[in-house]
């Protein structure tokens, strides 16, 4: 009995669904499709469309090739089934959930929304993790239902399948670069295209991503020309496109990862472009994870990454920014999370050390030394615990926070006030460069200026004038240093 009562209010939910039959299809550019109806609690449940292609596979003569629109069919097409993930950039053990045949989205959409009042969509790029909430982990029906928007994820080439190039002996790119932000580009016209057969507005298209998926959104909006209505909100979680070592400057600087990877492909380097993108096509999808592995230690070292190519990214963001060079239309709301500090037995004080020399192997002794005073608790200096605390608080700072900030004081004229959480009687003001406004979001919300003052001071005025000291200083304090010590 109890299963004829849910049916008949899952039937009842979707006959009053304007935009979805209530066989559950939806007609779209490439053909019909067919989704399912899940129960989120006693009256409310949510419609999901998984596994829809916004392109063609990217496999065999597609592979390293821009994406292509998808194939139409006949017929309906079940979109019941989660699509497997692309593969990373980095070493991932789970590669049975992944496959090159990933160009995939999951539509969430609540089941009693009604025809005289499209939803606002929200669009969730996942970062260059493992872990980064990516459309395996972000189920978007509950976030759709007590949110009554429409939730959109879907994947993206990244590592070596989404950013390799480089360019010939004429200067010219063996492989059409940053594939992984066409696919995303794709995505998105494909919602512009398609979002209102499921009750969606596509006027009020939120795009928001996490870690390098916030990167990847804040690069595209400083070089929006070719994306102009794509989206009318951004939100930056924990990364912005000032992130550094998180792109080339220009396509020469491309060519370095371009050889040493087909040096290890066994691809030959002296030959035309076509016979080295017959080579790469052909190899095993195996054979490319273990070099991109090799290559690749993590994510913040990542050979392959997106370039300025003068044509889907055309401006440098640091130029973009200072020239204020972005759509002023676009809203812009960014977010910081505490870092986590990892292990709860901390790491000793030699970690600590080794990390910043990792971390930082690019810079001289001076800066390195700099950082290792910032970041050092010398109350504390050989407790695990702090030195975890002071090496998460370090990454989040120089990767994050500092550039987020950074970012935001160019964006502070596009600021907006408002009431973010609607039960909470706190008021968001504006955020300006001089008080540096934000709100922090707990069960008793307050606001907050400048976050982390004085280390986002560190990171974006006195470093770069640091590791820009004359070397005849650097020798002077380099001995200084060794002598002191």
Sequence with gaps: MKTVVLALVLINLVCNNAFIQSDLTVQIDSGKIKGNITPINSNQSCFTFLGIPYAQPPVRNFRFYRPVQPTKWTGIRQATTTPKLCYHSIADSSTSTKSEDCLYLNIYVPANQSSNNPLPVLVWLHGDSPSSMNTELFNGQAFAVTGKLIVVTFDFRQGVLGYLTGTDTMGRSIITPNLGILDQVMALQWIQKNIANFGGNPRRVTLAGTSTGAFSIGLQFLNSTQQHGLYQRIAL??????????????????????????????????????????????????????????????????????????????????????????????????????????????????????????????????????????????????SPVTNQQQLSYLYSDYIVTAPLVSTLKKFAAQGISSNPVSNNPVVWPKYNSNTGNYLKVALAPQVYSSPRANYVAFWNQFWPQLTKQPKWRLIIAQFYLQFSA
């Design 237 to 382: 979680v924990s990364g912005s496109p000032l992130m550094p070592r998180m792109y080339y400057s220009n396509l020469n600087a491309t060519n370095k990862s371009m050889q040493q990877f087909l040096k290890k492909s066994h691809c030959s380097v002296q030959t035309t472009a076509k016979s080295i993108l017959s080579c790469l096509r052909n190899l095993p999808i195996a054979n490319i994870l273990s070099v991109q592995s090799s290559l690749t230690p993590s994510t913040y070292d990542n050979m392959f990454k997106a370039v300025i190519d003068g044509n889907i990214i055309q401006t440098d963001p640091v130029v973009a920014l200072n020239n204020n060079q972005f759509n002023r239309q676009v809203q812009v709301m960014a977010s910081v999370a505490n870092p986590v500090s990892g292990s709860s037995s901390g790491i000793q004080r030699q970690q600590f050390i080794t990390q910043l020399d990792w971390l930082f192997s690019y810079t001289n002794l001076v800066a390195r030394s700099a950082i290792e005073n910032r970041y050092t608790d010398w109350n504390n200096e050989s």
